[in-house]
């Protein structure tokens, strides 16, 4: 029978994107799994051009002011399509009690998640291989792959973004910045999840002013609303 997998990341667009190879080796060691990706705005929308998972969940932003009535009740909708999944294994990404709450939620007999600390609600009643976040390494993108291993995705090599899916829209976006997918080009993301990580604007400058003299690349700088 067709396994189903629930991969759970609810970090923000950053987060994702150094998350999204250790999340792609499930489709390459399960290429016929079901494979079900749960993430945040504006994440869902690379998770979804990747084309690697065959159901993506968009779950609603509610930290601070964007925790309106609307989207606590779009959430709950969110969840509850959670639990209708029915997954064999749910992998959490984030050591964010969100992530393991929702892997929790779906049923899956096999849970595995990253955590900050050992506690009974993480060991026994979320995950059933919980991953002390400490040991797993200083690097974001080392333990999700970490994590990616311990639900048993084999690591062959980082899968590449070849198949990543843009729409004219986006091209006309890179064409108007000197940007094109016929030559390199850089990205620099200006962003941050709450203020104290926000850097100022004038180290944001200078560091895409190092980027385009040290590998001489046409340089996109990408930000949000906020």
Not at 7 to 23: F, K, R, S, W, Y
Not at 70 to 75: A, C, D, E, G, I
Not at 111 to 140: C, D, I, M, Q, S
Not at 182 to 204: D, H, I, N, T
Request: glycine letters at 8%.
């Amino acid at each position: 029978r067709c396994a189903r997998i629930l991969l759970v990341h609810t970090g923000h667009l950053g987060d994702t994107l150094m998350a999204l190879a250790a999340m792609r080796r499930s489709r390459t060691k399960l290429p016929n799994a079901h494979i079900t990706a749960v993430v945040v705005p504006p994440a869902d929308a690379l998770v979804r051009r990747c084309g690697c998972f065959d159901q993506v969940l968009s779950l609603p932003e509610l930290s601070g002011a964007r925790r309106t009535p609307k989207r606590v009740m779009r959430w709950l909708l969110g969840m509850g399509r959670i639990m209708q999944l029915r997954p064999h294994m749910a992998v959490a990404y984030m050591p964010d009690p969100v992530d393991g709450m929702l892997a929790a939620l779906s049923g899956a007999p096999l849970r595995v998640g990253v955590v900050k600390e050992y506690n009974w609600v993480y060991e026994r009643a979320w995950f059933t291989l919980a991953l002390r976040r400490g040991a797993l390494g200083p690097h974001r993108t080392g333990r999700y792959h970490a994590v990616s291993s311990a639900a048993g995705f084999i690591q062959r090599h980082d899968p590449p973004l070849e198949d990543l899916q843009l729409v004219s829209e986006d091209e006309q976006i890179l064409e108007a910045h000197g940007a094109t997918l016929e030559r390199r080009f850089g990205v620099l993301l200006l962003c941050g999840s709450s203020a104290k990580k926000r850097w100022p604007l004038e180290r944001f400058g200078m560091l895409a002013q190092r980027l385009v003299r040290d590998a001489d690349v046409p340089l996109v700088m990408v930000t949000g609303p906020d």
